[in-house]
């Protein structure tokens, strides 16, 4: 059965669902709750509002216009539309109609239909005395009417008016006692909801903990164990969140990759050990020693002492800088003076063909630079180079500082390379080691690469007949 991994994030969103769902269910329903008691308070507020401007105006207007009609007809005509009692009358059945469609209870309904049927009751009885009052000896009568039909009815009106106030003000408190059951309900399940939520979250984040903290529980043990250099230990988090169980697997990954490049530095080391142990033994040539200790016989027993003292004062040089007690790095300077140790006792041998030129400036001494790195070019130079020539030549070492770095060319005026020669030598030199003629060049190259870096190196150009240059760049650092 394949196990299934869920993901921190899947983990991460289902407690941010079981947190915000019901919350969101929650606050929606309050709002929606808030919303209908504000929109019932409103309408209760509002319906009293107008119909408390009639319970306090209607009467005593109607009243005073139909006072003034009857009493003085001539003054009729200068009442503005606004206090005519038709106006008056038509504006108010209009509103009551209005609050009457509105109307959420059939005993509101009612009252205003009685409302209603008194305004239209009084609209007749105001519509006879009107008619009455044009006509010459109903002063009286319209008086009488005055009182016992349009005072009567505004005054029942103004009553029933009251009632639908009275009514609607007791609507006010069952609105307070409904907020209050609902209120009290919404708390509940608030209390319900929230207890829920706690719950829920309690679970999945104690889940998402334990997930979280024993996987890295184990990353950190075995990291503890890779940090005291056992690569050999993985951690297994194939059951785990898929970004721990991805993390696992690049850690994974990473530990056997700095595992293999521990264990290459490791053969690296053995092999520049092993290459400078060779390139050290081809230093101290049995036939450069023996060649060297039968001219300084010759010499000797020729009784040119001042030559047996250079030379041997040459070979001592040559073999002290060798040798450095062991020291891997020594200053340009030491460097200079092996390399021309080794000139001057080769220049004995061969004079008629060898000359030589060293221009290293003095500025330069103080830098370290690694043993054994010119010699091997300046052998070559004189081996492969001068001697195959088979007449006179010449070897130039110089030096200078370029861009921080410690750049010498060793050159000379011999045979040179034809360009198929030049391909092969380069081959040998970059990636194989033998007992080839570029044995020397290709330890002088691997140790440069080894000890600086693989932007560092030899470079080589040459020319058939016209000689050979030889390039070395090295990053410049004081002793």
Request: proline share 2%.
């Amino acid at each position: 059965m394949v196990h299934k991994r869920k993901s921190l994030n899947s983990r991460l969103n289902m407690l941010l669902a079981v947190c915000l769902i019901p919350f969101t269910i929650m606050t929606f329903y309050l709002i929606v709750m808030v919303y209908q008691f504000s929109e019932r308070y409103d309408d209760i507020v509002d319906n009293i509002a107008h119909a408390n401007t009639y319970n306090i105006h209607l009467k005593e207007d109607v009243d005073y216009t139909m006072y003034v009609i009857v009493a003085n007809s001539e003054r009729a005509p200068e009442l503005v539309d606004t206090q005519k009692p038709h106006v008056l009358i038509t504006q108010a059945r209009t509103d009551f109609q209005n609050l009457s469609d509105n109307a959420d209870s059939k005993y509101a309904r009612n009252q205003l239909a009685r409302i209603i049927k008194s305004l239209d009751m009084l609209e007749t009885s105001i519509q006879e005395i009107e008619n009455d009052a044009q006509i010459s000896g109903m002063y009286d009568k319209n008086m009488e009417r005055l009182d016992l039909n349009v005072r009567i009815l505004t005054e029942l009106i103004q009553e029933q008016i009251q009632e639908y106030i009275y009514h609607e003000a007791a609507n006010l408190g069952l609105l307070r006692n409904d907020i209050r059951a609902d209120v009290g309900s919404a708390l509940k399940i608030s209390i319900m909801i929230f207890a829920a939520i706690l719950v829920g979250a309690f679970v999945i984040s104690s889940k998402i903990s334990h997930h979280l903290t024993r996987g890295i529980e184990q990353l950190r043990n075995v990291t503890r164990k890779a940090g005291r250099g056992d690569f050999a230990v993985r951690a297994n988090l194939a059951d785990s969140d898929e970004e721990l169980a991805e993390l696992g697997y690049g850690f994974n990954r990473m530990v056997e990759r700095i595992g293999n490049l521990v264990e290459d530095i490791r053969v690296e080391q053995l092999n520049l050990r092993a290459t400078e142990q060779k390139l050290l033994q081809a230093q101290i040539n049995p036939h450069f020693l023996y060649n060297t200790l039968d001219a300084i016989v010759w010499l000797a027993e020729a009784d040119q002492s001042e030559q047996v003292i250079m030379m041997v004062t040459a070979l001592s040089d040559f073999f002290r800088t060798t040798l450095s007690k062991g020291r891997d790095y020594i200053t340009v300077e030491e460097e200079e003076s092996h390399i021309r140790s080794y000139l001057q006792i080769q220049q004995f041998r061969y004079q008629d063909i060898l000359e030589y030129e060293i221009n290293i400036p003095q500025e330069m001494y103080q830098y370290r630079i690694l043993k054994l790195t010119l010699q091997p070019l300046v052998e070559n130079a004189l081996y492969h180079g001068i001697k195959n020539k088979r007449s006179k030549g010449h070897i130039r070492v110089i030096g200078c500082l370029e861009d921080g770095k410690l750049v010498f060319t060793v050159s000379d005026d011999g045979i040179g390379m034809m360009p198929e020669q030049l391909e092969a030598v380069k081959k040998e030199m970059n990636k194989r080691e033998g007992d080839s003629t570029s044995f020397g060049l290709f330890n002088v190259v691997q140790r440069i690469k080894l000890n600086y870096g693989a932007e560092y190196g030899i470079w080589i150009a040459s020319s058939y007949m016209k000689g050979t240059e030889v390039r070395v760049e090295i990053p410049a650092k004081e002793n």
